[in-house]
């Protein structure tokens, strides 16, 4: 394999991102919009050189032709004008209109909101006070008295629908100003010594400019809409001027004996704003990070199997059981493959831990277990989890539902996120239990009280009624591993659940956990990454790296004798307490990019004793003894 240079692969990494276009074309119905608006804006600027008559010349002899008439291919209005003519150069008018609106009331509006959010004390409420006055009058009937103030006119219709329409730029851009301006790269744009307008236009703006595009992109067909309005009622385009409004208010007398005079106009009106808000709603999704995965969809209620072969069942007495287990992720031309093949088993009461780096395939197991990996992007490809003697990678998303929180429940790694902002922690345990069991609202409620004491949550009946930002860290990360106990489950995932805690509450937590397991029977499966988290609650350790388990056996014996390079790296990287002069080594180099994964062993690269068969074929993971496996062709020789 020739290795590129550096730049080389950086170029290549832009290359195989998908293209804001590609992510457009992605959703059909903007695609087809996107096609629509195009044909519609290419006809419009061609219009001055295609060979077509003045709109403006009247021709009584020909007034009212039909459409396909000989020379009039849409045919002609009342006073004999061409209507394929008029409408082409009315619809130049309609977009130029509606975008000079929509720019106008976007920079007034958004500038307006960025100092009134920016600034807060007495200069917003001035801005603001002013926004809510014009806000005060119902938009069109304000629109119409501008025009009364100002004239009809086309120009006059312009300004005037701006104007009603900046309040909407005004205060969604204030409201996110206002977040921003709190926040801490302000502050430190502050500390740094940079100017007031130096802060709004370079920190502040490039962070709402994604908003006032979007509501652009959304709010020009709503302006051509508005114009047309106007025009329709004789206030906006006078004649002999046309635009798409001025164009319908001329044919809707003639309606019963002329239809196409104004059925036409109002054709164009329609696939003009419906193409505009069908290109503005794929340009939000695009602009949404959360959606460039390459595919513009939500997320389905379980992650899509596409599973070549099924492995055979095995005869293990688990009460979970992972064969060959295989996600991947497709972010355009790229298939990232987070999950390798990973084979487990879980005995009742047991507790397993899954350790390795950030990035090993650790969460993306786990969430693969109960298909909660987000479809799209993420697909499970391979393998068979067998969970109650069910293969649950086949299982309708109604038994998965009742499986998730009921036999099997999970324990996310940050209780803020996963916790409900809006509902107290008892009314969420309650919603746990009635999920799952038919209990009423008063037994449900004195079963969650009796799992907040469970957790050993103080004053478990007064805390019922708290809100999650009510509680401390430690509080709520209790609360979510009440929530995990609420149906007795067979099982209990918990991703990370230490993490973001202090030693001492991460210490109590894993104590409450242990006690909570031997009183219940659960098995758990417990993902860390910190070895001293292991061999305080873990009967058995599973390490992983690059979506692949690289050594798995009893934890004292994982510990004391490691037989994966890799094991025993991680193992150096921990500090023994009273050792002070035990030298803590650091694994160089990164793990392997899972699009791009070498042959052999993943751990190749970084591994001090690699031979070149090393990087060879594929490495099994073979059985050594006392229950113990290992991803290596020489194992022995490093645990010596």
Same mark, same amino acid.
């Given at each position: ?132 006055? #014009? ?5 069109? $009937?304000?629109?119409? %008295? /501008?025009?009364? !103030? *100002?004239? @009809?006119? +086309? ?115 329609? #696939? ?5 808000? $069908?290109?503005?709603? %794929? /340009?939000?999704? !695009? *602009?949404? @990070?959360? +959606? ?115 036999? #099997? ?232």
């Amino acid at each position: 394999m020739v290795a590129l240079p550096f730049t080389a692969k950086k170029a290549a990494d832009r290359g195989d991102r998908p293209s804001p276009f590609r992510l457009l074309i992605t959703n059909r119905l903007s695609a087809v919009g996107l096609v629509v608006l195009a044909l519609i804006v290419v006809l419009a600027l061609l219009t001055p050189v295609l060979p077509l008559p003045d709109p403006d010349i009247t021709d009584p002899a020909q007034r009212l032709l039909r459409p396909g008439a000989d020379g009039h291919l849409l045919g002609t209005d009342h006073l004999g004008r061409d209507l394929l003519s008029r409408l082409l150069w009315g619809t130049r008018v309609s977009i130029v209109v509606g975008l000079s609106a929509t720019l106008i009331a976007a920079i007034v509006g958004s500038l307006i909101g960025l100092t009134a959010g920016y600034a807060g004390g007495r200069t917003d409420s001035v801005l603001m006070r002013g926004i809510d006055l #014009v806000m005060a009058f119902p938009y069109i $009937l304000l629109a119409l %008295g /501008i025009v009364a !103030v *100002l004239g @009809p006119g +086309l120009l006059n219709a312009l300004y005037a629908i701006a104007i009603v329409n900046i309040p909407f730029f005004a205060r969604n851009i204030r409201g996110l100003t206002l977040g921003l301006s709190r926040r801490e790269f302000v502050d430190a744009a502050r500390l740094s010594g940079a100017s007031h307008p130096a802060i709004l236009f370079g920190d502040v703006l490039p962070n709402v400019l994604p908003t006032i595009v979007v509501t652009m992109s959304t709010t020009v067909g709503w302006m051509i809409l508005e114009t047309a309005g106007l025009s329709f009622l004789g206030l906006g385009a006078q004649p002999p001027q046309a635009d798409l409004g001025s164009m319908l208010g001329e044919g809707r007398k003639l309606l019963f004996t002329a239809p196409h005079v104004s059925v036409i106009p109002g054709l164009m009106i329609f #696939v003009l704003v419906m193409s505009i808000n $069908l290109v503005g709603d %794929g /340009i939000r999704d !695009v *602009l949404d @990070p959360r +959606l460039k995965s390459g595919a513009l969809a939500a997320p389905g209620a379980a992650t899509a199997v596409k599973r070549e072969a099924v492995p055979e069942k095995r005869g293990a007495d688990a009460v979970l059981s992972v064969e060959g287990l295989r996600t991947q992720f497709q972010t355009g031309s790229r298939i990232y493959k987070a999950v390798g093949g990973v084979d487990l088993d879980l005995a009742p009461g047991e507790r397993l831990g899954l350790v390795g780096e950030s990035g090993s395939g650790k969460s993306v197991t786990a969430l693969s277990l109960l298909r909660l990996v987000p479809t799209p992007p993420g697909t499970i490809t391979g393998g068979r989890v067998t969970i109650a003697g069910e293969d649950q990678l086949a299982a309708a998303v109604e038994d998965l539902r009742r499986l998730r929180g009921g036999r #099997v429940a999970y324990v996310f790694q940050d209780p803020l996120t996963t916790l409900h902002p809006l509902f107290t922690v008892g009314q969420q345990i309650v919603e746990a239990l009635r999920a799952h069991q038919p209990l009423s609202r008063r037994q449900a409620e004195a079963r969650a009280i009796e799992l907040l004491d469970r957790v050993q949550i103080p004053s478990a009946k007064a805390r019922f009624d708290a809100y999650p930002h009510e509680l401390s860290g430690g509080m709520r990360q209790r609360v979510c591993i009440a929530m995990a106990l609420a149906n007795d489950p067979e099982v209990i995932i918990a991703d990370e659940p230490t993490t973001a805690l202090d030693v001492t509450v991460q210490a109590q937590v894993l104590n409450l956990m242990r006690g909570l397991s031997d009183a219940q029977g659960s098995a758990v499966l417990f993902i860390t990454h910190d070895f001293g988290v292991v061999s305080e609650l873990c009967d058995r350790v599973a390490v992983m790296y690059a979506g692949r388990i690289v050594e798995i056996g009893p934890t004292q014996a994982v510990l004391d004798t490691p037989a994966h390079p890799y094991t025993r790296k991680l193992i150096d990287c921990v500090p023994v307490l009273g050792q002070p002069d035990r030298r803590l080594d650091a694994i160089e180099g990164l793990p392997p990019p899972v699009d791009r994964l070498p042959p052999g062993c993943a751990f190749a690269e970084r591994c001090p004793i690699a031979e070149p068969r090393c990087r060879e074929g594929d490495i099994s993971l073979d059985t050594l003894s006392d229950g113990r496996a290992v991803r290596c062709i020489k194992p022995y020789r490093f645990a010596s």
